[in-house]
């Protein structure tokens, strides 16, 4: 596999490296609740899944194979269904990034005096 | 359906789970509105590369534009159609009402719990 395979890869890769840190930095609890996260994805990803393979059917769009890996789940590109996986758990770490940030939270600081008594 | 009709359909439908199906309000929230901020500048710029390198191609049947790839114009903005943006906006609201909505839940079966606790003590 050369290089351009690895293109829709490298975009979900870029995702994650953007919000995972916000996980230590804000200190969230987003990770320790994985059936309340795996559960969300299922329940806002699947619509979604299910539109993108009827769409992908239909021809509404395609999906170039010299730019993503060879392995195909329905027709679909393996990133394809990673995507539905990634963006909402990228939305959730987002959005409880900005609950913390509003609370006061600062990222990377240890830990409010507050807490910490 | 076109790509269009579907995609402004999925706006409705993610706005009148979160009003009044789920009831989680969240697009009443500056959370959710500062998270969507930041989320659909990197879905520009995320989705850009998917659509301006082509990695996801378009018919031109399907969308308001022609299905040629261009930066800006012909229905198109950072290379993707439109109609991107509104499936992301679905596909980012669903999420964060799923999330707002289990966690409200599991906090109510945890006070009602609490609550059986204590009369059972």
Partial sequence: MSLPHWSYVAMLAFCLAGTLPLVPAFRLRVLRQPRRLLLTIALAGTPFLVWDLWATHVGHWWFDEEQTLPWRVAGLPLEEIGFFVVIPLVSVLTLEGVRAARRGVRPGAPRRRKEAR | ?121
């Fill in chain 2, 1 to 121: 359906m076109t790509y269009t009709a579907l995609a402004a359909t999925c706006v409705v439908l993610a706005v009148v789970l979160d009003r009044w199906v789920a009831r989680t309000r969240v697009t009443s929230t500056g959370d959710w509105w500062a998270a969507y901020a930041i989320i659909v500048f990197f879905q520009l710029l995320t989705n850009g590369w998917l659509t301006g390198r082509g990695i996801v191609r378009y018919s031109g049947d399907a969308i308001l534009g022609s299905g040629e790839i261009r930066f800006i114009g012909d229905g198109r903005l950072v290379f993707a159609p439109v109609e991107d943006l509104m499936f992301g906006f679905g596909l980012v609201l669903c999420s964060v009402v799923a999330w707002t909505w289990l966690g409200r839940r599991e906090a109510r079966d945890q006070s009602h719990n609490e609550a059986r606790d204590e009369v059972g003590a």
